[in-house]
């Protein structure tokens, strides 16, 4: 096959693998994601499955309560209670519990050793200051960063995207007060507004997502922009607004289309920089509500019990291991898009 002969997305493939650090980066990264979406199957305090008196139950997906296996309460059965899984070992009965029996929020009300604990072969990353299980915290808070990485990575190149074409393709005077409006709005103190919003509403995931956005998009608006102030004036451009075309149809389909190496080249380096805002606003206490599984809570933790070196270092390794995942891709996608560079 000539080089002539190959796509230009397949080009652009064959060089992002040419680099094996970025190829495998992306690798990693997508197995790691895809193990802390079935984090409930991973890491749980219920059974997958269970057989209780020739029945067949759910309980990672039905609330059953202590009387349904042989107890004494209708409230939730505890799975790690002796009691209820001596149940599952008499005549027949069995239940099938993830490989690590503890979720995000789980409390060991039967743990023989005080909190923080130690790594163990119970706690294999050992636990919290709460007795909450470290391994189940790191994979569901893992979960969550990523996520929300996405989300905001995704509205602000949403954002960008469409301010930044417009102010490069009509320039002029509406790029002149979109620069004025931008000088403005990038002068207000970010973190300011995220501690009086925190002390006015309730903390959540929704409201950190909105008001990151609001100054998310600026930093990608730039390139897009050059970008267009760039293609604006070239010859299929000119040709296109001879043929009758409108605006939208040539920056959709003309345009933006040359216009988006700096966008899909700064996609992970947007996404190691929305898991760090939102580690850091969790270690300040400005993040997600208490409740969530959370990097940063982890870190404040192993910053106020020094002795338990686990609950940092743990939390250190994986996000230090996240970014470097997140950095290696971002520099083989650039060079991906380097069109000096063959395949």
């Given at each position: 096959?000539?080089?002539?002969?190959?796509?230009?997305?397949?080009?652009?493939?064959?060089?992002?693998?040419?680099?094996?650090?970025?190829?495998?980066?992306?690798?990693?990264?997508?197995?790691?994601?895809?193990?802390?979406?079935?984090?409930?199957?991973?890491?749980?305090?219920?059974?997958?499955?269970?057989?209780?008196?020739?029945?067949?139950?759910?309980?990672?997906?039905?609330?059953?309560?202590?009387?349904?296996?042989?107890?004494?309460?209708?409230?939730?059965?505890?799975?790690?209670?002796?009691?209820?899984?001596?149940?599952?070992?008499?005549?027949?009965?069995?239940?099938l519990y993830p490989p690590n029996t503890y979720s995000f929020d789980t409390?060991?009300?039967?743990?023989?050793?005080?909190?923080?604990?130690?790594?163990?072969?119970?706690?294999?990353?050992?636990?919290?200051?709460?007795?909450?299980?470290?391994?189940?915290?790191?994979?569901?808070?893992?979960?969550?960063?990523?996520?929300?990485?996405?989300?905001?990575?995704?509205?602000?190149?949403?954002?960008?995207?469409?301010?930044?074409?417009?102010?490069?393709?009509?320039?002029?005077?509406?790029?002149?007060?979109?620069?004025?409006?931008?000088?403005?709005?990038?002068?207000?103190?970010?973190?300011?507004?995220?501690?009086?919003?925190?002390?006015?509403?309730?903390?959540?995931?929704?409201?950190?997502?909105?008001?990151?956005?609001?100054?998310?998009?600026?930093?990608?608006?730039?390139?897009?922009?050059?970008?267009?102030?760039?293609?604006?004036?070239?010859?299929?451009?000119?040709?296109?607004?001879?043929?009758?075309?409108?605006?939208?149809?040539?920056?959709?389909?003309?345009?933006?289309?040359?216009?988006?190496?700096?966008?899909?080249?700064?996609?992970?380096?947007?996404?190691?920089?929305?898991?760090?805002?939102?580690?850091?606003?969790?270690?300040?206490?400005?993040?997600?509500?208490?409740?969530?599984?959370?990097?940063?809570?982890?870190?404040?933790?192993?910053?106020?019990?020094?002795?338990?070196?686990?609950?940092?270092?743990?939390?250190?390794?994986?996000?230090?291991?996240?970014?470097?995942?997140?950095?290696?891709?971002?520099?083989?996608?650039?060079?991906?898009?380097?069109?000096?560079?063959?395949?």
């Open positions: 096959m000539t080089t002539s002969s190959i796509s230009p997305g397949r080009r652009i493939w064959l060089r992002f693998r040419q680099n094996r650090r970025g190829y495998w980066s992306l690798i990693l990264f997508s197995a790691l994601f895809g193990l802390s979406l079935m984090a409930e199957l991973l890491s749980n305090d219920k059974p997958l499955v269970a057989r209780y008196n020739g029945e067949l139950v759910f309980p990672v997906l039905k609330t059953y309560s202590e009387k349904s296996f042989g107890g004494d309460f209708d409230s939730p059965a505890d799975y790690l209670d002796p009691f209820i899984r001596d149940q599952f070992r008499k005549n027949g009965n069995w239940a409390l060991n009300y039967f743990a023989t050793s005080p909190n923080p604990a130690p790594p163990s072969g119970e706690n294999w990353l050992g636990t919290d200051d709460r007795g909450r299980d470290v391994t189940a915290r790191l994979l569901y808070g893992f979960r969550v960063s990523v996520l929300f990485a996405l989300a905001l990575t995704f509205t602000g190149v949403l954002l960008g995207m469409v301010t930044g074409a417009v102010q490069g393709y009509f320039a002029g005077k509406t790029d002149l007060l979109f620069q004025r409006f931008m000088e403005i709005w990038s002068s207000m103190p970010e973190l300011y507004l995220l501690i009086i919003f925190a002390s006015i509403f309730e903390p959540s995931i929704s409201l950190l997502l909105v008001l990151l956005s609001l100054f998310g998009w600026m930093g990608l608006s730039d390139y897009v922009r050059a970008d267009f102030l760039r293609n604006r004036n070239l010859e299929y451009v000119q040709a296109a607004r001879a043929l009758g075309l409108s605006n939208a149809q040539i920056i959709w389909r003309h345009v933006l289309p040359n216009s988006m190496t700096s966008v899909v080249t700064f996609l992970p380096f947007r996404m190691s920089g929305a898991i760090l805002a939102l580690t850091s606003l969790d270690f300040l206490g400005l993040g997600v509500p208490p409740s969530t599984p959370s990097l940063g809570e982890l870190l404040a933790q192993g910053k106020n019990n020094l002795d338990a070196w686990w609950i940092a270092l743990s939390t250190f390794a994986v996000l230090t291991i996240t970014l470097l995942l997140l950095t290696n891709i971002g520099d083989a996608l650039r060079n991906a898009l380097d069109v000096r560079r063959k395949a």
